[in-house]
């Protein structure tokens, strides 16, 4: 068991339950194939600007089905502002949580982190096989009650702002009636990122979600950094 978590941990590898291991670290692209992440933006990535940004979340923040000059972290970037994408598709605040901590600086002053919340049922899950369930399968598959995953929530949450800092954070979520998310952490998050267009999946946002974020988010950042 202590071999199937480390691995899966340090290593990003699912082991199954004969044993064999599948890679965790690709992602999906706009066409519905698997390639790398897209960390490394084509454009703002200058790691000496004085701002920088990482964003963190599922496939929403990732920006499947959309172009990744079209997703709302490049649209952020600008001659001040180098921008890192850490979504990942299918995945939950924790495994969010994990990849900020690796990437947190301590002693910067430049770090920013926005953090666009996933389905709270989403989690690391291992069975008694050793295997670990894909994060969007554990509520069916573990039956686990809204009481847990909003503590799950609310302990990851306050772990980041009291270790980073809340004032380093920006906290959001899907907005309106996507999913529901939005009542139950309305107090806790600065702002929404609102569904009004969609993708070529005719699922996850599209270009004109995007950039609505982007803009609101920009305002947010313009009044926290200045």
Same mark, same amino acid.
């Given at each position: 068991?202590?071999?199937?978590?480390?691995?899966?941990?340090?290593?990003?590898?699912?082991?199954?339950?004969?044993?064999?291991?599948?890679?965790?670290?690709?992602?999906?692209?706009?066409?519905?194939?698997?390639?790398?992440? =897209? #960390?490394?933006?084509? $454009?703002?990535?200058?790691?000496?600007? &004085?701002?920088?940004?990482? *964003?963190?979340?599922?496939?929403?923040?990732?920006?499947?089905?959309?172009?990744?000059?079209?997703?709302?972290?490049?649209?952020?970037?600008?001659?001040?502002?180098?921008?890192?994408?850490?979504?990942?598709?299918?995945?939950?605040?924790?495994?969010?949580?994990?990849?900020?901590?690796?990437?947190?600086?301590?002693?910067?002053? =430049? #770090?920013?982190?926005? $953090?666009?919340?996933?389905?709270?049922? &989403?989690?690391?899950?291992? *069975?008694?096989?050793?295997?670990?369930?894909?994060?969007?399968?554990?509520?069916?598959?573990?039956?686990?009650?809204?009481?847990?995953?909003?503590?799950?929530?609310?302990?990851?949450?306050?772990?980041?702002?009291?270790?980073?800092?809340?004032?380093?954070?920006?906290?959001?979520?899907?907005?309106?009636?996507?999913?529901?998310?939005?009542?139950?952490?309305?107090?806790?998050?600065?702002?929404?990122?609102?569904?009004?267009?969609?993708?070529?999946?005719?699922?996850?946002?599209?270009?004109?979600?995007?950039?609505?974020?982007?803009?609101?988010?920009?305002?947010?950042?313009?009044?926290?950094?200045?």
């Amino acid at each position: 068991v202590k071999y199937n978590v480390d691995k899966f941990y340090f290593d990003n590898h699912r082991i199954l339950k004969d044993g064999s291991e599948e890679g965790l670290n690709i992602y999906q692209n706009n066409m519905g194939r698997l390639e790398g992440g =897209r #960390q490394h933006d084509p $454009i703002y990535n200058d790691e000496n600007v &004085r701002k920088q940004i990482y *964003t963190f979340g599922c496939s929403w923040t990732y920006g499947w089905y959309v172009e990744q000059e079209q997703t709302f972290t490049h649209l952020l970037g600008d001659e001040n502002t180098a921008v890192h994408n850490y979504g990942a598709g299918g995945t939950g605040l924790d495994f969010a949580v994990k990849t900020l901590s690796e990437v947190y600086m301590p002693t910067s002053t =430049r #770090q920013i982190f926005i $953090i666009t919340i996933p389905h709270l049922f &989403r989690r690391t899950w291992f *069975t008694d096989y050793g295997e670990v369930h894909k994060a969007w399968q554990v509520k069916e598959l573990e039956g686990i009650n809204e009481y847990n995953d909003y503590y799950n929530f609310l302990h990851n949450y306050e772990l980041l702002n009291r270790l980073v800092g809340r004032d380093k954070i920006i906290w959001s979520c899907w907005g309106g009636d996507t999913f529901g998310l939005y009542d139950l952490v309305e107090d806790k998050v600065d702002l929404s990122f609102d569904l009004v267009d969609v993708a070529l999946d005719k699922m996850h946002p599209g270009p004109k979600s995007h950039k609505k974020y982007a803009k609101k988010l920009k305002d947010v950042l313009q009044d926290r950094f200045k």
